[in-house]
């Protein structure tokens, strides 16, 4: 139980310095509401990273104010008032930026632990 | 979809409409555009949950604790949200440390000093004292405040020591200030409540001497 505790705080963590990373890239595809980012990070990730949904607010204020989205409010076809986040051209670059920086490290964890793609245990090899 | 201004928050019923008002309590409980914003998204993305949950096929009340429990805590978002908004510029963020510090740093400071002016004091001034007389001569409370005075910084190991008693909370008090949450917590507004009414009393009683009206000003204020 402690362990399994544990093991979901790391994982919570490694989600945590990378969440960034994961807003710019689902809405690289176009702009989209809170609870859309929070299913779509979900689903490409194989349901792997399981986003706290309360957490994607404060976050997305953040990158509002660091200007790498933007937003406005929208009605749906239902006529349910909605925040709609879009990429800007700075989120773009900061997209780039921790994309490469993500790459840099996986390579890194890689090469070090003989793994020859980075989260797929399968492909492990035999040594460096 | 067409662009808007921004909306009122929606009305909602039950579990979500007190989850609502529990997140919109955290944020303050004064409605602003900013808590206006994030309650209105918060109750939408609770709703959507809930369509989600109606889909897989819960219960109305399953898919309310699961959009729920999906969601977290409401205090918590609210304190990270505050976090965020109040962290917008480096003015409020040091406004924002220096309040938490003062605050900290005065709860801190007031106990040992209180304290260890008024042992100190009755020490000296009724060596032979026992503790029933406390609660029996009401003139021991003046005497003990104005016996407190000349003691302070009679020796340079008395000066040094209260030095250290005056300073050393001030800066673990910064230093605690800095992690606390936004606003402070009710315990600690109480435990001030309490010194500052002690203080109070504590000032009056030397009424009225030049240091007890000096004590109960630092004090109190």
């Not at chain 2, 304190?79 to 510029?89: G, N, P």
Request: aromatic letters at 8%; charged letters at 25%; hydrophobic letters at 45%.
């Amino acid at each position: 139980m402690k362990r399994a505790r544990e093991e979901s705080s790391q994982w919570s963590n490694l989600l945590r310095g990378n969440s960034q990373l994961l807003v710019l890239a689902v809405l690289r595809d176009g702009p989209k509401h809170g609870y859309a980012i929070a299913q779509e990070i979900r689903r490409r990730s194989g349901e792997e990273l399981p986003f706290r949904q309360g957490t994607l607010y404060p976050l997305l204020h953040e990158m509002e104010r660091d200007g790498f989205i933007a937003s406005d409010w929208q009605i749906t076809d239902a006529e349910r008032p909605r925040r709609v986040y879009r990429l800007t051209l700075r989120g773009e670059a900061e997209y780039e930026r921790l994309l490469a920086r993500w790459k840099r490290f996986s390579v890194a964890v890689a090469r070090l632990t003989g793994i020859d793609h980075a989260g797929d245990p399968s492909t492990e090899t035999s040594g460096p | 979809m067409r662009e808007i201004p921004p909306p009122k928050p929606p009305a909602l019923e039950g579990r979500l409409a007190d989850y609502v008002s529990a997140f919109r309590r955290a944020l303050g409980g004064t409605p602003s555009a900013f808590s206006s914003r994030y309650e209105c998204e918060i109750a939408d993305h609770l709703r959507l949950l809930v369509e989600d949950g109606l889909a897989r096929g819960m219960s109305v009340e399953e898919a309310e604790t699961w959009a729920i429990r999906q969601v977290g805590r409401p205090d918590e978002i609210a304190s990270t949200l505050l976090e965020a908004y109040y962290d917008d510029s480096p003015a409020r963020s040091l406004t924002r440390a220096l309040g938490r510090g003062v605050l900290v740093a005065f709860s801190i400071a007031a106990v040992p000093q209180l304290v260890s002016t008024w042992l100190l004091a009755w020490k000296t001034h009724f060596p032979e004292a026992d503790l029933a007389r406390l609660a029996v001569d009401p003139t021991w409370f003046r005497e003990l405040g104005i016996a407190s005075a000349p003691l302070i910084g009679a020796t340079p190991v008395n000066a040094a020591l209260y030095a250290i008693a005056l300073v050393a909370p001030w800066i673990v008090g910064f230093a605690v200030g800095q992690r606390l949450p936004v606003r402070p917590s009710r315990y600690l507004l109480a435990a001030q409540t309490v010194l500052a009414a002690y203080a109070l009393a504590f000032g009056a009683s030397l009424w009225p001497t030049t240091d007890g009206l000096l004590i109960a000003l630092v004090h109190v204020v």
